[in-house]
């Protein structure tokens, strides 16, 4: 994989890898079990720019390409996933949709603060009664006068208890189906905005993944991201950038997996020898380290094709089916190959092997990827 | 005005060689002892004005290297390189880098590491300052602009020693003098893509390749090899409280902490 890295795609892990192991490695552990938010590194981590990885420079941001931006993200994750979700959740489906659609005016507004991670972004779609079926939304956002009253019952919000500007998607006309569908900008302390109780989540536990909840909050007109009705586009073209994120973040609970499973391997001694010497072993060793480089390749992939404005739609979800797939496998495997101190705290791959389980069901659950690959292949 | 700052820095071997040593991007990162000598040039800089440019003697490679320095904030890269450069010792890395300070002069302060991590000489900054026949002070903590000059502070084996040093003038930094920034991603970005290095070779330095390379070298390394050193692990008896005193102890007496 690193012959197709340029030198500044080399930096970028390097100096990624160094902070993340330096300020997250000796807390990865406290912030899973307490499931509480390290906000002194997420400062650091904002004053070094990721928080605003593509976002231009002209708008604070660090004005970098895809296949930087997975490096990040896979290097961060590589140490704590609850924290490269927070970020690249934060970069590609919270930022990102305002860099995209948004005006000038709402760009200046929202995107600088965000990009310097000195504001939290947050991609509120989820409802008790939508996720996969995206036209199953609820929330409300009513126009009357010079604003939208909007009612919202958020739920599974990444960032949601840290979140300052949430993109909210709720119905602006409630009989236009899949069309009437719009998303509108709420700021945390809005009136009416409410952040629900934090999961209690299996992994990814540092992240404080939240509900939230509008109740009659009037947001002013100029918060409406788009046009009316763009909502389900504004969300899929999104979706279709974050999956990039969470292939990365597979891959990155992925290395951090093989990483242990081999440096455990080489020195726990089973019958006179490392247990790395034995053939059953060495098996699932060479599975893992296939299945990692084979994610990390599609996650490029796709990458690389999103920085040359070639279409990434079905790569992207090949990239984030296969990778998210991969790391449960190879999370698995590093848990079996530590035996029963696989399943203990003492060792980082039980925290993992929750990490990675996630990765299968959010941003599109691996059944809806089968679908979107399967349109995809199906068209061409 | 400003001070015109200039930190020599070495792109070091990452892993340990096995007989010959090959440079890539890959298998070099920045000198860890030179990332204090860079944080200290560029402190000085933010708070008096100026210009910070790293100079580095090596292959090709090095250019990675010089590209991580701009990262940090470096404003110019210059890398010396050229095959006849092959093979230097400390000796004629510093003729080569006295040569290339003597281009870039007027400078008023030239930096290093104390050492390298792959070679461990020690050598290259104090032999450079001979050199040119400039003052320079070694393993130095602090530094705060005087009047005149520089004031310098150095702490070694327990004694606190100032100086003043006048324009221009050297200095080595103790590796932790200082806590060296990390790489922000806007930076490693405008490096990277927008950072032009400068290239000189011999012929720009109006050096004799008598000087330099395997014939400019007094030392020579006869050969090289990995070194097998056995580890021993070793449990101390007592409370808790016993075994820390203990382990104080040994610490202490093998030099490693105190």
Known sequence: ?380 | MGLKIIVCIKSVIVNPANQSVVRTSDSCELNPFDRPALEQALRMKEAMGGTVTALSMGPESSAFTLHEAMAMGVDHGVLVSDPALVGSDTLATSTVLAAALKRLEPFDLAFFGTRSADSDTGHVGPQTAVLLDLPMVTWAHSIESSETGLLVERRIDGFLERYELPFPSMLTFHPNSVEPRDLGLSGINGAFEEGEIQRWGLSDLDLSPSVVGEKGSPTRVLSLSRAHSTKKCEFLDGTAEEQVEELLRRLLDSGLIG
């Open chain 1, 1 to 380: 994989m690193d012959t197709f890295l340029t030198d500044k795609n080399r930096a970028v892990r390097r100096s990624v890898r160094a902070f993340c192991e330096r300020e997250l490695g000796p807390i990865a552990k406290e912030i899973d079990q307490e499931a509480s938010f390290p906000w002194e590194v997420v400062e650091k981590m904002g004053k070094l720019g990721y928080f605003g990885i593509q976002v231009p420079k002209t708008l604070g941001g660090a004005g970098m390409d895809s296949v930087s931006y997975i490096i990040v993200i896979e290097e961060i994750s590589r140490v704590c996933a609850g924290l490269g979700l927070c970020v690249t959740v934060h970069n590609s489906v919270g930022v990102y949709p305002l860099l995209a659609f948004g005006s000038e005016e709402q760009k200046k507004k929202w995107v600088p603060p965000l990009a310097r991670g000195e504001k939290i972004g947050a991609f509120c779609f989820t409802e008790p009664n939508a996720g996969s079926d995206t036209a199953g939304i609820e929330a409300t956002a009513i126009r009357n006068g010079n604003h939208y009253l909007v009612n919202a019952n958020k739920v599974f919000v990444t960032n949601g208890g840290v979140a300052d500007v949430c993109l909210i998607f709720a119905r602006t006309d409630p009989n236009a189906g899949r069309k009437g569908i719009s998303v509108i900008v709420a700021e945390r302390g809005t009136p009416g905005f409410v952040v629900g109780d934090l999961e209690d989540l299996c992994g990814v536990r540092s992240n404080p993944v939240s509900s939230i909840r509008l109740y009659d909050s009037q947001l002013p007109l100029e918060n409406l991201l788009g046009k009316e009705g763009m909502g389900l586009r504004i969300g899929l073209t999104a979706l279709d950038a974050g999956r990039i994120g969470i292939a990365a973040q597979a891959v990155g609970i992925a290395q951090a997996a093989l990483e242990e499973g081999v440096r455990y391997a080489k020195q726990r001694r089973q019958f006179g020898a490392p247990i790395a010497k034995h053939q059953a072993v060495t098996m699932m060793i060479a599975d893992m380290a296939t299945q990692v480089e084979a994610a990390r390749l599609l996650t490029f992939r796709s990458a690389v094709l999103r920085d040359q404005g070639k279409p990434f739609t079905k790569e992207s979800a090949m990239a984030k089916l296969y990778a998210s797939e991969a790391s449960s496998k190879v999370t698995d495997m590093a848990v079996q190959i530590h035996g029963g101190y696989g399943y203990s705290k003492a060792y980082p791959v039980e925290r993992y092997y929750r990490d990675a389980r996630v990765t299968r069901i959010y941003e599109g659950t691996s059944e809806v990827h089968h679908l979107v690959i399967a349109r995809g292949v199906l068209e061409e």
